[in-house]
């Protein structure tokens, strides 16, 4: 009887998260999409004057933190994380 119960339970909760996949999709940022409006930033255009913090920057773009469409978007959003950015860049740059 517990079996049962827990297999009725398990089925449930695989119906209801598939339903949410199918209906509530939550769509990923365009990658490229964001690398363009970092490109318009001014504080990126600064920060990628210097030819090694552009390689590292590059090179972040192919393997790196601005791989991932969330950290893009969040530096793009919020002051906080675009500092760290600046400051994680720049300390990579001076070694």
Known sequence: M?????????AGGLLIGGIQ????????????QLWAELDQQEWFKQLIEQPERNA???SDKESGLLQ????CKKIL????????FIKYITEKTTK
């Open 21 to 32: 996949r199918i209906f509530i999709r939550k769509e990923n940022p365009d990658i490229e």
């Open 56 to 58: 590292w920057v590059v």
């Open 68 to 71: 991932d469409p969330y950290f």
């Open 77 to 84: 959003e919020k002051e906080v994380h675009r500092d760290m």
């Open 2 to 10: 517990l079996f049962l119960l827990l297999l009725v339970l398990l």
